[in-house]
């Protein structure tokens, strides 16, 4: 088969008859912004044995790929409204997979109100190589940014944090001995990995926070390295206590067994919960709209004056800053 066919039989469909692909009839889409709307454009790219595994199921993969673009929209306060696909075949345009990966995205656009706009398909790039541009809108002047927090503004998270980073290590089988030894571990193991193959991107929570947050970002890197990144373009200082931050119950219990897996739920990457900053006279209203929206928050630190990242143990002393290291995932 190839791209024509190939973009007929299994990539049409996400795209829909109408605008603003026209059933990928056309070079390109048409796209006409919702009234009194700022549009948002975020890009992820993945790569086999990079970002995923080269067994890793196809729809998965795909699903993955869509929501952690719907994560980078969510952090931004923008309601997602479609995406284009790049989709590099290792050697051959393989029918069986891309039937697969729309699979998924067909999935994934049914819960989350949006369509495929349009893209590209090649073969021969030597592993599987995605890229995905998803494109949200949000109220003109009401995007949310890592620039904004203050001095005083409390620091949320939301979810749990870490159940990815202990996923990929049940995957690589690298968790502690003391791990495996739990009562049930087979089903916490099991709901570790499906969180590190589906994130849960909060999109919900990202637009009702639009007008309350005062700075955002979604935890892709790892806590500790994205709350950095909230520091350094707010010209500011945080404070954070380890032992607010939340954990699943499969978390909770891995790190009682395990106890230095604390670094690796601090630093670990692939959560894509929401962390974000607020004035304390918020905090009624932000645990209202976490509710509306179904999602729990944490208050887990303080935004001070300064800069940097200051992190307090359980026992109540300063983790030492070289104990994080670059404290998350480095882009290379």
Not at 87 to 96: G, I, R, S, T, V
Not at 163 to 174: I, N
Not at 231 to 253: K, T, W, Y
Not at 280 to 299: K, P
Request: proline residues 5%; charged residues 20%; negative net charge.
């Amino acid at each position: 088969m190839d791209e024509f066919g190939l973009i007929k039989s299994c990539f049409a469909a996400l795209a829909g008859a109408g605008a603003p692909a026209y059933g990928l009839g056309d070079d390109a889409a048409v796209l006409a912004p919702p009234a009194g709307c700022d549009l948002v454009f975020t890009k992820d790219m993945m790569v086999s044995g990079r970002h995923f595994f080269a067994d890793d199921p196809a729809d998965l993969v795909a699903r993955k790929l869509l929501r952690v673009n719907l994560s980078d929209l969510a952090a931004m306060g923008a309601r997602p409204l479609g995406y284009l696909l790049g989709f590099a075949f290792p050697d051959h345009l393989d029918e069986a997979l891309a039937r697969d990966f729309c699979r998924g995205l067909a999935q994934d656009q049914a819960e989350f109100g949006l369509r495929l706009y349009g893209g590209d398909t090649v073969s021969g790039a030597g592993s599987l190589i995605l890229s995905l541009t998803a494109i949200g809108a949000v109220g003109q002047g009401r995007a949310l940014r890592r620039k904004g927090a203050q001095p005083g503004d409390d620091v949320y998270v939301s979810g749990a944090i870490g159940e990815a980073a202990l996923g990929l290590k049940a995957l690589l089988g690298t968790l502690p001995p003391a791990v495996a030894r739990i009562p049930d571990f087979a089903a916490i193991k099991d709901a570790l990995i499906n969180r590190y193959h589906l994130p849960r991107p909060r999109v919900a929570l990202g637009m009702a926070l639009a007008g309350h947050a005062s700075a955002a970002i979604d935890i892709s890197d790892g806590l500790l390295a994205d709350l950095g990144h909230i520091c350094e373009q707010s010209d500011c200082a945080m404070e954070i206590e380890a032992g607010q931050v939340p954990l699943s119950d499969g978390g909770r219990m891995a790190v009682h067994h395990a106890p230095e897996l604390w670094m690796d739920i601090l630093t670990g990457g692939d959560d894509y919960e929401l962390a974000f900053t607020a004035a304390t006279d918020e905090a009624d209203q932000l645990a209202a709209l976490a509710h509306e929206a179904g999602v729990a928050i944490s208050r887990i630190g303080r935004v001070k004056p300064g800069a940097g990242l200051a992190v307090i143990a359980h026992d109540g002393t300063p983790l030492p800053r070289d104990a994080w290291g670059a404290g998350g995932f480095q882009h290379q």
